[in-house]
């Protein structure tokens, strides 16, 4: 079960950079061959998102219950 959701992630990963790269300029682009930075970059922006949400939803449970 978990495999395939560590395969629906990474193909919607593959898609967007792939998305991305063709938005930017294709094979010319600043992007060509640098998958990696895109998964980098989103990878960062996933945890500080889900981070930031996960703090809030605490604060706010522990508000909430006192």
Do not use: C, E
Not at 27 to 49: E, H, N, S
Request: glycine share 18%; no cysteine.
């Amino acid at each position: 079960m978990a495999g395939a959701i560590g395969a629906g992630s990474m193909f919607q990963a593959n898609q967007a950079y792939s998305q991305f790269l063709d938005i930017t300029g294709g094979a010319d682009g600043p992007l060509a061959g640098r998958g990696w930075l895109f998964g980098l970059v989103i990878t960062t922006l996933a945890g500080v998102v889900g981070g930031y949400a996960a703090t809030l939803r605490n604060k706010f449970t522990h508000v909430i219950t006192d």
